[in-house]
């Protein structure tokens, strides 16, 4: 994957339509363990369930220690098969002692939701399990509607490679091998069983320099479907409408379909840009915004997406690349990576109330920044939010210096970007200060 070049800050679009309040957002996470300095899981469901809004967890496996720790919270919980339970999932024995083990010493204490056979089996190439799956599928659902546990589904999930072709959208197609064997008779079973199809899909993995902002939710020129004539502006829905285009193909396009991972890591191998903190952030809050929006997809108006994002906690026993280890909303000790909107409790999500074009909160440079990071954030803010008022003849042109301006332009773009803290970062030479800085003639 080439690196993109680096930018400096993060640009979003306004956030959670449907509400100012916290409350509106409803997001899962992906809680992964593998590490030897995170906290133990009662801390993390109390901390999740007292200072989050994070109210569905998904785990890829079932441990006991984890299903136990989130009795009685207000968070549901997706648990997982191994994919080495699944060829003794398929007999009604073996289902119905998998769930004897690990859903009924704990359901409903522990509100279990969902049951994931396995993680992304096609990818594994394993065809005894593989030939497996669909059948584990039926007999795991049967066991849990025998234990009287029928409102517990049963899916997989599945990387985007089970396309054969993705692009453009509209013309996205299962693999032929996989369709005919695997595909159709699992959304067969999704129709009857009202339980998502549930896809990975991960814009990081298809980045390139040109299509970075593309795929972090940054503003950008869009890509064309020259079948639909419809331009998409980020890559997460091109990728969730080529699924929807491969199911409606082959008579499926009413299934949900399920977001069970994405994200974005905050650091990467030495060199490669387009990887940090604030990459992360734009990310993960254009997810945000997208979800908890209600607004879809271009082939999908209006469809929700049940998401969970990719990670809890960066995970420092994870192998292969830096990346792998630092996908985290939070460290081990529970402070956030970056500021994901909406995830803490009390946060405000929509545009504040208050007076004046600062409505409380405005964005100035720290004292004995250099005069280029002043020209630079001149130059970055003014590109993405109106200037006017500081060009010669602007109501704030005077004083005609680049602290003053860089100040006007500043703020300019941390309100225009909805007036989130890290909105004015500025690579550390920014800070929000609740002092209205305008003057004279000059309102910020």
Known sequence: MAPPAMLREVGLRALLLLSSAVAALSIGVNYGTLGNNLPPPSQVASFLQAKTTIDRIKIFDSNPGIIRAFAGTRISLTISTTNGDIPGLVSREGAAAWVTKHVTPFFPATNIDLILVGNEILLSGDKNLIVNLVPAMHSLHNALVAAGFRRIRVSTPHFLGILAASEPPSAARFRYGWEKSVLIPMLNFHRATKSPFIVNPYPYFNYNPQTLNYAIFR?????????????????????????????????????????????????????????????????????????????????????????????????????????????????????PMYNALGIMKGQIVGRPSGTGVGGGSWCVPKAGVSTAALQNNINYACSNANCKAIQAGGSCFQPNNLQAHAAYAMNAYYQAQGRHPFTCNFAGSGFVTSRNPSHGMCKF
């Open 219 to 335: 503003k950008n020129g869009g890509i064309l479907d020259k079948y639909t004539k419809i331009r998409y502006t980020n890559m997460l829905d091109a990728q969730l409408d080529a699924i929807y285009s491969a199911m409606k193909r082959i008579g499926y396009g009413d299934v949900q379909i399920m977001i069970g991972e994405t994200g974005w890591p905050t650091q990467a191998e030495p060199g490669q840009a387009g990887v940090s903190p604030d990459y992360a952030a734009s990310y993960i809050n254009g997810l945000i915004s997208k979800v908890s929006s209600g607004r879809g997809t271009p082939l999908m108006p209006g469809r929700r997406f049940e998401t969970y994002i990719f990670a809890l906690f960066n995970e420092n026993l994870k192998p292969g690349p830096i990346a792998e280890r630092n996908w985290g909303l939070f460290r081990p000790d529970f402070s």
